[in-house]
């Protein structure tokens, strides 16, 4: 099979691509591993990218594109989650690497907001917290190693809404170019993970990338 998976922030995507790999060991590639994996080569390309990485500074489109993509041109089946997110890498996509299916894992802004805003995390076993769904049983403290819990700069309300906008304005975009293809499933991401995990599932099956 091969399938993307997209999806507003914390709509459970990487979980979802994630557990399907496991299942049937169908290789599962995101676009920061590659582009992590790469920068770990010693080569030019690798060089440059690890300064650019560590700078924090935005890879330029087509250099992602062309990795992504040369990594799934070698797999008979992938997954891949998060990419396309904008047009230019979804045509990219469709000259080189056209999924065959395109699943929407879909909840609402302010469930989204509920996971990233209230997450926590606890700095030294990295165990996760929700203030709201799953507080810790002391205030801010992990209930496993007793540290002081803290939130990461990816969940801070600034980034969040960068995300959001993102997601509308060009991950949609995306969304809908395959929606006209006749590609798109939707799943509820608004439930717990194994019945989100279910109903992937069987919309699979549904499409016959799955067997019963
Ligand atoms: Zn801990």
Known sequence: MKIVLLGPPASGKGTMAEMLSHE??????SAGDVLRRESR?????GRWLREELKTGRLIP?????????????????????????DMDQARYMDE??????????????????????????CPKCGATYN???????????????????????DDKPEVLEKRWSEYINKT???INHYKMQ???????????????????????????????
């Open 24 to 29: 049937y060991n169908i290789p599962w590639i």
């Open 131 to 153: 203030l709201k769904t799953k507080p810790p049983k002391k205030d801010n403290i992990c209930d496993y190693c007793g540290s002081r819990l803290i939130q990461r700069n």
């Open 41 to 45: 080569k010693d080569t030019e390309l």
């Open 61 to 85: 489109p087509d250099i992602v594109n062309e990795l992504v993509n040369q990594e799934l041109s070698n797999l008979d089946s992938w997954i891949i989650d998060g990419y396309p997110r």
């Open 182 to 212: 006749g590609l798109v499933v939707e799943v509820n991401g608004d439930q717990s993970i194994m019945d989100e995990y279910k109903e992937f599932k069987e919309k699979l099956k549904a499409k016959g990338l799955l067997k019963e």
């Open 96 to 121: 080189h690497n056209k999924p065959e299916l395109v699943v929407l894992i879909n909840i609402p802004r302010k469930v989204s907001e509920i996971r990233i805003l209230y997450r926590r995390q």
């Open 172 to 174: 949609l975009r995306v």
